[in-house]
C-alpha cells in the first residue's frame, strides 16, 4: 500500500522519479503508486510536476481523484495523439457523429423510398382488383373475358355522357354496366333487348 506513510522503499512513483524521499504527508502518493510509473511520466511530461501539486493542492480533496484522473488520460491522448491530444480525440468523435448523422439521413430516405413502393403496390392491386371486377368472366369457368366488347360498349354509353360534362365519373360506371350487360349476352342472349333497356333507362335517370 501506498500513501501517507509510505517508507524510502516503497516511494510513489513521483517521489521516485524525482529520487527523493517520499514524505507522509506526500500530496501524490495517494494517486501515484509505484506501479503507476508510466502513467506518472506522462503527466509529468505533460504538465511538469509543479503543476501536477498545484493542480492537486488548489481543489477540495474529495475532487482530488478525478483532477488527477483527468490528467492521466489528456496525458495518455497526448502521447496517442502528439498533434491533437484530446482535441484531436473530441474533433475525431465530432466527426464520426456528423457521418453517423449523415448515413442515418440515408437510411431514413431509403425507408420513405421503400414505403411509397409499398404504398403504391396496394395502390395498383387495388386498382386491378377494381377493374377485374368490371371486367366480363365465363359464366362456366369464371375466367375473364376479353375486355374488347365491354369497351365497347362502354364507349358507345360514354358517348352519352359527355353531354353531361362529366365524362371521366361515367366511364367507369359505364364499363360496369357493360360488363353486367356482356355477362347477360352470354347466359341468355334472349335478355339482350331487355337488359340493354334496363341499363338506358338507367342512363336516363342519371
Ligand atoms: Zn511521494
Redo the contacts with the bound molecule.
Keep these: 500500500m501506498t500513501g501517507p506513510g509510505?517508507n524510502v522503499s516503497q516511494?510513489?512513483a513521483?517521489?521516485k522519479h524525482q529520487r527523493r524521499k517520499?514524505?507522509p504527508d506526500?500530496p501524490?502518493?495517494p494517486y501515484?503508486p509505484p506501479h503507476r510509473q508510466a502513467e506518472f511520466l506522462n503527466v509529468h511530461k505533460l504538465f511538469g510536476i509543479r503543476n501536477i501539486i498545484n493542480a492537486v493542492k488548489t481543489v477540495d480533496p474529495n475532487q482530488r481523484e478525478i483532477v488527477v484522473r483527468s490528467m492521466i488520460e489528456e496525458a495518455e491522448l497526448r502521447v496517442m495523439d502528439p498533434v491533437g491530444g484530446s482535441c484531436g480525440m473530441v474533433k475525431s468523435l465530432y466527426d464520426k457523429c456528423e457521418q453517423v448523422k449523415v448515413e442515418l439521413d440515408m437510411v431514413f430516405q431509403q425507408l420513405a423510398i421503400c414505403r411509397a413502393k409499398s404504398k403504391n403496390v396496394e395502390v395498383r392491386r387495388g386498382v386491378r382488383s377494381f377493374y377485374d371486377n368490371l371486367m366480363p368472366r365465363h359464366p362456366g369457368n369464371g375466367a375473364l373475358r376479353p375486355p374488347r366488347n365491354n369497351i365497347e360498349i362502354s364507349k358507345k354509353t360514354s358517348v352519352k355522357n359527355e353531354n353531361d360534362g362529366v365524362e371521366a365519373l361515367q366511364i367507369g360506371v359505364n364499363e360496369e354496366k357493360g360488363a353486367k350487360k356482356m355477362r347477360n349476352i352470354d347466359i341468355n342472349k334472349e335478355s339482350r333487348e331487355i337488359e340493354e333497356n334496363d341499363l338506358d333507362k338507367e342512363d336516363v335517370k342519371q
Excluded: K
Design positions: 509510505t516511494a510513489c513521483a517521489c517520499c514524505a506526500c501524490l502518493a501515484f
